[in-house]
C-alpha cells in the first residue's frame, strides 16, 4: 500500500515562472525525501520597486515509506 502527502510550497525568480518552480523543487528535495508529482497551482508575477518577481505555487508530493517497503526514488507514481 502506497501513501502520498502533498504540501503546497511557493517559490520565486526574477527569471521566469519555471525557475521559480525548479527552485521549489531543489529546496523541497533537501528535506523531503521521495519527491513524486509538484503540481503548478498558481502563477503570478509580482512587481518590487519597478522589477518583476515570478512567483510559482506548487502541490509536491512526497512517499511516506514504511518500514518493510523498498525506496523508490525518482519521478512518476509507482
Given at each position: ?51 518583476p518577481i515570478?512567483?510559482v505555487r506548487l502541490n ?19
Open positions: 500500500m502506497s501513501v502520498y502527502k502533498f504540501v503546497e510550497l511557493v517559490g520565486a525568480s526574477p527569471k521566469s515562472w519555471e525557475d521559480a518552480a525548479l527552485n521549489v523543487v531543489e529546496v523541497a528535495g533537501k528535506s523531503l525525501e521521495n519527491l513524486r508529482i509538484a503540481e503548478v497551482v498558481r502563477q503570478d508575477l509580482v512587481i518590487a520597486e519597478g522589477t515570478f512567483r509536491v508530493s512526497f512517499k511516506y515509506i514504511h518500514e518493510d517497503e523498498e525506496v523508490n526514488v525518482g519521478w512518476g507514481v509507482s
